[in-house]
């Protein structure tokens, strides 16, 4: 047999939403992922260029003093010892380089880092090829007064490394999002089934109210035609007598006799409208018990042997001595179902 998955979720429209949430809350995570990915790697390049910028700083005010390019870079290079320092002048030329010689230097003003710190005081390039030196270099520029200082440090591994993101942070939300999906998804396991399960036994309460109701219109409608007969023959019987007062004595009895039986089927027939009242009112109040079929069979029909409606008609049973028939329920209303099937078999054989 294939199972259509377009039904079971049809079925179970709580997984859709299920499924939906996960997929919210993950994209929701890899936002977050992503985010905190580029922040944190924004802050360590503005965390590097601020220190390069303080390089700058430095020489930018020794130069206004007066200073030799020279000597401030070599303190500068305590700081950082793979460190280039360059000066320019407000138009991009350069006047000083530490690690190139500047009379096979181009104008340095199309250089990204130049043109923002021309435009902005302060700019830098996170790795960009150095066309004198043939390297890849992290650039910062800072613009003082008429000169234009660039420090820069070789973009190797040491430096890719300090500004790469550290992935254990990504990978512990990662994680964490996946045992909460977990989690989320085994708690809805458990509640879906829980739900079924309840969801079976409000059918199952439904099922036996309906089940109750029919049974009961049935059984009252039976009893309703039922009533009519012993009515009927009670009528039949008292009006005969009221209009024969010269009957005999024996006709006089039998009329009599026939009379009281009808009253007294009668009678049992309204006990059985009764228990059906209380069953569908409280069907708590019906006790159920161990029940062997046959024995309550066999006693039923003992009772009606010695009925004067049944002793013309013999009442044999077939096929239950080598059966056991065993069942949970009431004895008084079973009795009443097997007495109610012999009278009507006696009554209209």
């Known amino acids: ?29 890899v936002a977050f992922v992503v985010m905190q990915y580029f922040r944190e790697k924004a802050f ?33 290079c305590k700081l950082y010892p793979a460190l280039r320092v360059t ?41 960009r090829l150095s066309e004198s030196m043939r390297q890849d270099y992290f650039y910062s520029a800072l613009q003082r007064d008429s000169f234009i200082i660039r420090s820069a440090l070789p973009y190797n591994i040491n430096l890719d490394k300090d500004l790469n993101v550290t992935h254990a942070f990504l990978w512990l939300i990662s994680g964490l999002t996946i045992l909460v999906s977990i989690f989320a998804c085994v708690m809805f396991q458990r509640i879906l089934k829980i739900d079924e399960e309840l969801q079976y036994e409000r059918r199952r309460v439904l099922y036996e109210e309906q089940q109750n109701v029919r049974i009961k219109k049935q059984l009252t409608g039976s009893i309703n035609h039922e009533l009519k007969t012993p009515v009927s023959a009670i009528s039949g019987c008292l009006e005969t007598l009221i209009h024969n007062p010269d009957m005999g004595k024996d006709m006089r ?72 028939l065993q069942m949970k329920g009431n ?9 109610n099937l012999i009278d009507n078999a006696t009554n209209y054989s």
Do not use: C
């Open 87 to 127: 000066v320019m002048d407000s138009l991009g030329n350069v006047t000083y380089d530490s690690s190139a010689d500047i009379t096979q230097a181009t104008n340095h003003s199309t250089r990204p880092e130049v043109i923002e710190a021309m435009k902005n005081g302060q700019g830098n390039t996170v790795r």
């Open 253 to 324: 009895e039998d009329f009599i006799l026939q009379s009281y039986n009808h009253t007294q089927r009668l009678s049992k027939l309204l006990t059985d409208i009764s228990i059906i009242n209380r069953m569908d009112e409280a069907l708590d109040i019906i006790d159920r018990d161990d029940i062997s079929l046959n024995k309550l069979i066999h006693e039923v029909i003992e009772e009606r042997v010695y009925s004067s409606q049944t002793q013309q008609i013999p009442i044999k049973i077939e096929n239950m001595d080598n059966v056991s």
């Open 1 to 29: 047999m294939v199972m259509d998955s377009s039904n079971k979720y049809s079925k179970h429209p709580q997984r859709n939403y299920l499924l939906l949430l996960l997929l919210f809350v993950w994209a929701v995570v």
């Open 44 to 76: 360590k390049i503005a965390l590097l260029d601020s220190s390069l910028q303080q390089v700058n700083l430095i020489v930018s005010e020794g130069l206004r003093e007066g200073d030799e390019v020279e000597g401030l870079f070599a303190r500068s």
């Open 331 to 339: 004895a008084m209303l079973l009795r009443a179902v097997f007495r």
